[in-house]
């Protein structure tokens, strides 16, 4: 099935299927005339994918090239970004070749960041391979690179040509980043609400996230698509996919890599619900729903991290930061999310429970 991210500049299709990476070649040849492709993917992905998807590509009359980058969020860098520019440079790629992304999250956004800005810009395709790409990061364009400890701190907004996302490579994909892509489906389901969270509620073992992978990510990427298209760059309600995401960062820096992105937005998502649950902003039941789904798939709910003062130094430091103003997303209730702003200087003592909204 093929939905369609429509922007006003830019209109193109994402494949959902089981088996759709067997029609990769053909179905590209709908979308790019013949070209040479750089095939992006890191050293986990490729020894399991590549082969299949170059042979399909040739045989649909595509030249290709393929790059390998370490596995791991270390790859999302200058050094590795300069390799791949001169590996293009090197294999003669011009404006009118193609980048693929073929992998997680990582290789996503650093193929995206690469295909954004060599020769100021050259079209590219994602072909997510983790529960988080295929259901958050492959969609909306925001493609980036770390610089030291700050995260994708060097970014584009670079739309692809179109998305294809296989439900069977999950297969091979370790159970813990399922279950921590299922952190961000668990998300959107809580800002949908309706049928969505229902679903959500339906998915009792962490077993059950690959056997219903692909009405989750229909659902999910429908969600997202939408707001995407609502708000491409961020200004206003794209920011509501942060839900979870403040205390979420926070934690999962100051865990120093002993908790896992999709783990920290779980505790982020608990911790948040629970502050305006306490403060009666959040209707009844909506924190034991949340914690139920969270829970039953394995995913942790509280750190101890939350108890010291670092964490909320953090939260001060985030990038999202504007004026002075720290922008909170919560959930009135399941379906209906809605944001408050504090000032950076009541951050501490808002999320601890000791400031009420309009107290001043
Ligand atoms: N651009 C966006 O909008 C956006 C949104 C959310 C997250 N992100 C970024 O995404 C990244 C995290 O993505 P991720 O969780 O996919 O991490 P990842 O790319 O590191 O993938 C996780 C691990 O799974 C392996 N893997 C991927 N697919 C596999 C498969 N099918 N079989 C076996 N192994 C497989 C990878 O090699 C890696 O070891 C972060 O850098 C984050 O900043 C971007
Ligand atoms: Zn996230």
Redesign the pocket.
């Known amino acids: 099935m093929k939905r369609f991210v429509a922007l006003p500049h830019k209109k193109y299709p994402i494949f959902i299927e089981r088996g759709v990476l067997q029609q990769l070649g053909s179905l590209l040849t709908g979308i790019w005339s013949p070209r040479k492709i750089a095939v992006v993917s890191?050293?986990?992905?490729a020894p399991?994918?590549q082969e299949r998807i170059v042979r399909q590509l040739e045989a649909a009359g595509f030249r290709t090239a393929t790059f390998q980058v370490p596995?791991?969020?270390s790859s999302?860098s200058w050094e590795t970004a300069v390799q791949l520019y001169r590996s293009l440079t090197n294999n003669q790629f011009t404006r009118s070749d193609g980048v693929l992304a073929l992998?997680?999250?990582?290789?996503?956004?650093l193929a995206?960041f690469i295909a954004s800005t060599y020769m100021r810009g050259i079209a590219y395709i994602q072909v997510?391979?983790?529960l988080?790409?295929q259901v958050?990061?492959s969609v909306?364009g925001?493609?980036?690179i770390n610089l030291d400890t700050a995260?994708?701190i060097v970014g584009t907004f670079h739309q692809p040509d179109a998305v294809f996302i296989d439900p069977d490579?999950?297969q091979?994909?370790?159970q813990r980043?399922i279950c921590?892509?299922y952190a961000?489906i668990v998300k959107m389901s809580a800002l949908e609400g309706g049928a969505f969270w229902q679903m959500t509620g339906e998915v009792h073992r962490p077993e059950d996230i690959v056997t219903q992978a692909e009405p989750l990510i229909h659902q999910s990427i429908a969600y997202k698509t939408k707001i995407v298209c609502k708000d491409e760059k961020e200004s206003g309600l794209r920011q509501i996919l942060n839900f979870g995401h403040t205390i979420g960062h926070a934690i999962e820096l100051l865990s120093e890599g002993a908790l896992?992105?999709?783990e920290a937005i779980s505790i982020g998502m608990v911790q948040i619900t629970q502050c305006f649950a306490n403060y009666g902003l959040t209707k009844h039941g909506t924190l034991d729903g949340l914690v139920q789904r969270l829970q039953q798939t394995g995913l942790p709910l509280k750190s101890s991290l939350m108890s010291t003062a670092d964490v909320y130094r953090q939260i001060t430091n985030d990038k999202k930061n504007h004026g002075g103003r720290l922008t909170l997303v919560y959930l009135e209730a399941p379906g209906r999310p809605a944001m408050h702003s504090i000032p950076i200087s009541q951050a501490e003592l808002f999320l601890t429970g000791k400031k009420a909204p309009n107290s001043d």
């Open positions: 890191d050293h986990h992905v399991l994918y596995s791991g969020e999302k992998g997680g999250g990582v290789v996503g956004d995206g997510p391979t983790s988080l790409a958050d990061s909306g925001k493609t980036a995260k994708n490579t999950l091979t994909l370790p980043y921590e892509g961000e896992a992105h999709g």
